[in-house]
């Protein structure tokens, strides 16, 4: 109960937060969905399965997102790229900090940016594959505001309310 109190205070400070003037007249509608040619919530984010060996539980941290083999995969919002790297759980890497946000990126099969880049939301960062950790190509997408994990399925719902008012 706690950290879907925690999940929705964030959710709500975003705005002021990333620094979003009081003129603009809804700052989520200035965010990006973080994968082309989506097709589904191949896992959501908390405690699953493991995905790989299907023995016990692991903690999920992001929400993955199934897309075909190259689909370009999107920067979420404005920010500064802090890390590209190969991790063996998650493959190829991409990390934006929109301070107090980071987003990252995994399982990439090419990268389109590089440390220290400057990007904007819903500009072309990377593109979806599944090296790492994987079972097939998707984005695996994390959101920490403050360093805390953040649940990316209930940013995508603000997310929407707002396009809907469009």
């Not at 809804?26 to 493991?50: E, H, M, T, Y």
């Not at 400057?118 to 695996?140: E, F, Y």
């Amino acid at each position: 109960m706690l950290a879907r109190l925690v999940c929705c205070w964030l959710l709500l400070a975003l705005p002021v937060a990333a620094g979003v003037k009081d003129q603009d007249p809804d700052p989520w509608q200035k965010l990006s969905f973080p994968v082309d040619s989506f097709k589904r919530i191949s896992s959501a984010f908390g405690w699953r399965s493991n995905a790989t060996t299907n023995k016990g539980t692991e903690f999920h941290s992001g929400l993955d997102l199934a897309a075909p083999q190259g689909a370009y995969i999107r920067a979420w919002a404005d920010g500064l790229v802090q890390k590209v790297a190969y991790d063996p759980r998650c493959g190829w890497q991409v990390s934006v900090d929109s301070k107090p946000w980071t987003h990252t990126y995994c399982h990439i099969s090419a990268v389109a940016v590089k440390v220290g880049d400057v990007v904007r939301a819903g500009q072309v960062i990377a593109a979806v594959g599944a090296t790492g950790r994987a079972t097939g190509p998707h984005l695996h997408w994390t959101l920490r505001y403050n360093g805390e994990l953040v649940d990316p399925y209930q940013v995508l719902l603000q997310m929407q309310q707002a396009w809907q008012k469009k």
